[in-house]
């Protein structure tokens, strides 16, 4: 008997160190093929720039790799620094990817060709996003987004933690990305399950679908996925969103999400195939039980196609939902709370708007059409484009600036409606017809029948609406360099940017704990150098010509995680500022305008034909260059599309480290005193719909002499130049 014990637990002993020794190392570069452990440690690795390989490679089938919460993590300093893929699955069958942190990288994980994918329980967080150049002032229009093509991959230019190709019946789950860009982007991805996961406080999206279809996206955080906002002064979005859906993604499931403060809450466009061709669309999506409150431009917003939109909740948006061109499409059992407009459809057709509550919008319904259609829209000489059509009945309207407003639209059933204590009910013109508000029994029949609920599959959901009202309102978008302001650490945020009087005031926001105020310039009398948070606090601004304002905190509290990532322990000092810079340059800025066809400035490089007699069409003496043009310079004698602009000036720098950007299009040279320090006159180098924005770190002293040369072709038209001191 003695003898079969010790054989039994020799082979116990023997069973564990086989475990340990399964447990892997990573190494750069390392294949895995087969079903592995990975070592709990962190490991810091570096990724090959290239977006094709990683620091480590799955392919195969039936694999599961178990990361075992290892760290894998790149080395670069910030964000929008940060290059390559930390795990990159190349294809194959039935591949779980678990318990893994990455971070530090342009994609934390991409996978391509996978059937049967689970990614459950990893944290990818802090990975790649850009550098913002918006202040709370202006935006900038190189912040702009644009996400309308990814036949190529274009997408991958914003980086991603996750970033899924070709992948079928995909499974992820339970896991994290917050301090990114992008959480999940998905293409040529279909039948998946996306559930239980938080998506949260990223600069661009949290979930992106583009040709992606019978998905199931159910019971996830999404929520302050944002972008271009400054509360009070612009509420841009700059195409940012909590969830993006693209160029022919079809009947997928949106249920019970949080998807709250989005640049867009849920941002659905037919894609480019339907406006060339007017056919397809992305149709048939349902979004039942979510709430997509809080966005600074549309909650939801839908073109182009035909969709359902049942019991959501739509508060506090610029636009409750954003219809245009939508038809056969269906707005019932939703709240609508708080909105500039609640629904806004231009051009749609064969829409139901029904048992909806409208509660204090500006606007509760607009239904309108334009005179005229673009020319080169193909969509509109492929298909029928009058507003026509609509069933609104058995909604409840109540305390609403206006109730319903028609223009230009066709055939209204509106009956049954319940109307308490709105300003106007009605805004009709000579333009509408067809608007009938008799009972139509056999409309109303078909009201009478209650719909089911379809409940999605999902093991063990989660509450994705917990604990959200603590952030209600847009007021609690902060958008920082870079990106949304998270709660997680201390920060000084000016309430007032725009204000001219001098008195500048501070909210003091960030978990329980104290702070001081250990050195500050640029201002005087500031009512408090100590406290805790929450506070309050004013400061008046020192006059001078040239703004150069500092407020540097020290923190000691709670255990608290920074905007990139780093955690710092309870009861440890940590600093935290405001800074505001401004260096005013005499600028005199000339603009002359002239068909590119006589003279192309780009393949010339000179600005004015060299045997021409140009008069200025425009002068102007400024102190900063902060220009955008839509559809040409404009001027008493028209708009001329094709232009140049010469910008000439100097200014007093105190000696220093400073950083010059600059935001064009289409053509941007930059001097400084008279040795060109920026370059960027081949338009061509730029394939995407987007203005770009570029830097260089320049030693400064004492008098400096700028000069800006600008070419625009046609278009938009921007340009821009600040300067930070470093």
């Not at 990114?180 to 996306?194: D, E, S, V, Y």
């Not at 009202?469 to 920060?491: C, Q, V």
Request: charged share 20%; net charge positive.
């Amino acid at each position: 008997m003695m003898t079969k014990k010790i054989i039994l637990l020799s082979l116990i002993i023997s069973s564990c160190f086989k475990c340990i020794s399964q447990e892997k190392l990573l190494t750069k570069g390392i294949k895995i093929s087969s079903s592995i452990k990975i070592k709990k440690q962190t490991y810091v690795l570096d990724a090959s720039i290239s977006l094709e390989q990683g620091v480590v490679v799955v392919e195969g089938n039936n694999i599961t790799v178990d990361f075992n919460n290892a760290i894998l993590k790149g080395t670069k300093k910030n964000p929008d620094e940060f290059i390559g893929v930390a795990v990159f699955i190349k294809g194959g069958k039935n591949i779980t990817i678990k318990n893994l942190k990455a971070r530090g990288y342009k994609v934390a994980l991409l996978a391509r060709n996978v059937s049967n994918l689970t990614i459950d329980n990893c944290d990818f967080s802090y990975n790649y996003r850009q550098h913002l150049n918006s202040t709370q002032e202006k935006e900038d229009i190189s912040d702009w987004l644009s996400h309308h093509q990814n036949e190529k991959d274009e997408w991958l230019r914003y980086g991603a933690a996750m970033y899924l190709r070709d992948c079928e019946f995909a499974v992820i789950k339970n896991s994290k990305v917050t301090g990114g860009q992008n959480a999940l982007m998905m293409t040529n991805c279909n039948r998946g399950k996306i559930y239980n996961n938080d998506f949260s406080f990223n600069s661009g999206l949290g979930i992106g679908m583009y040709r992606s279809s019978f998905n199931t996206i159910a019971y996830n955080k999404i929520n302050f996925n944002v972008r271009g906002y400054s509360d009070g002064v612009y509420n841009r979005g700059q195409d940012s969103a909590g969830i993006l859906v693209y160029e022919q993604s079809s009947s997928n499931y949106f249920y019970k999400n949080s998807v709250t403060h989005g640049g867009d809450g849920f941002f659905l466009w037919a894609g480019q195939t339907t406006m060339d061709t007017g056919k397809g669309g992305c149709n048939d999506n349902v979004l039942q039980g979510n709430d997509f409150s809080y966005a600074p431009t549309n909650g939801v917003e839908v073109t182009f196609s035909r969709n359902v939109i049942t019991n959501n909740k739509v508060f506090g948006c610029d636009h409750g939902i954003w219809g245009g061109y939508s038809y056969h499409s269906v707005i019932a059992g939703n709240q609508f709370r708080s909105n500039r407009i609640a629904i806004a459809i231009e051009h749609g057709q064969d829409n139901e708007i029904h048992h909806n509550i409208f509660h204090d919008n500006k606007e509760a319904i607009r239904l309108w059409a334009r005179k005229e259609q673009p020319a080169d829209w193909g969509y509109a000489k492929n298909r029928d484009t009058r507003s026509r059509n609509y069933i609104i009945v058995n909604n409840n309207f109540n305390e609403n600036g206006l109730a319903m407003s028609f223009n230009r639209t066709e055939e209204l059933n509106v009956f049954e409606n319940i109307y308490g204590q709105n300003i106007n009910i009605f805004k009709t013109d000579s333009t509408v017809t067809g608007f009938d508000t008799t009972l139509n029994e056999e409309i109303a029949q078909r009201y009478n029948i209650d719909s089911a609920e379809l409940v999605p599959d999902i093991p063990s959901p989660q509450n994705p609406f917990k604990g959200g009202a603590a952030l209600a309102g847009r007021k609690n978008i902060m958008i920082t360099e870079w990106g949304p302001y998270d709660f997680r650490s201390p920060i000084i945020w000016n309430t007032n940017p725009t204000d001219t009087t001098g008195i500048m005031k501070f909210d003091l926001i960030g978990p329980k704990g104290k702070w001081k105020i250990k050195r500050f310039k640029g201002v005087k009398d500031i009512s408090s150098v100590n406290g805790t948070f929450p506070a309050t606090i004013t400061a008046v601004k020192i006059a001078n010509s040239r703004t150069d304002i500092m407020i540097e905190l020290e923190y000691i509290g709670s255990a608290i995680t920074t905007a990139l990532g780093q955690s710092i322990a309870a009861g440890k000092p940590s600093l935290f500022s405001f800074k505001k810079f401004f260096q005013p340059i005499d600028f005199d800025v000339i603009w002359y305008a002239y068909d590119f066809k006589m003279h192309d400035p780009i393949k010339t490089g000179q600005m004015i034909p060299p045997t021409a007699r140009l008069s200025p069409v425009k002068t102007e003496k400024t102190t900063k260059l902060d220009y955008a043009w839509w559809g040409g310079i404009k001027t008493t004698e028209g708009e001329h599309p094709q232009f140049v602009t010469s910008a000439s000036g100097s200014a007093l720098f105190e000696k220093g480290n400073y950083e010059l950007g600059v935001t064009w299009d289409d053509a941007v040279r930059v001097y400084v005193d008279g040795i060109l320090v920026i370059d960027e006159w081949n338009p061509s180098l730029y394939k995407f719909d987007e203005s770009p924005h570029k830097t260089k770190k320049l030693a400064l002293e004492g008098k400096h002499h700028i000069t800006v040369e600008h070419a625009e072709l046609g278009g938009f038209a921007t340009l821009s130049l600040k300067i930070k001191k470093l």
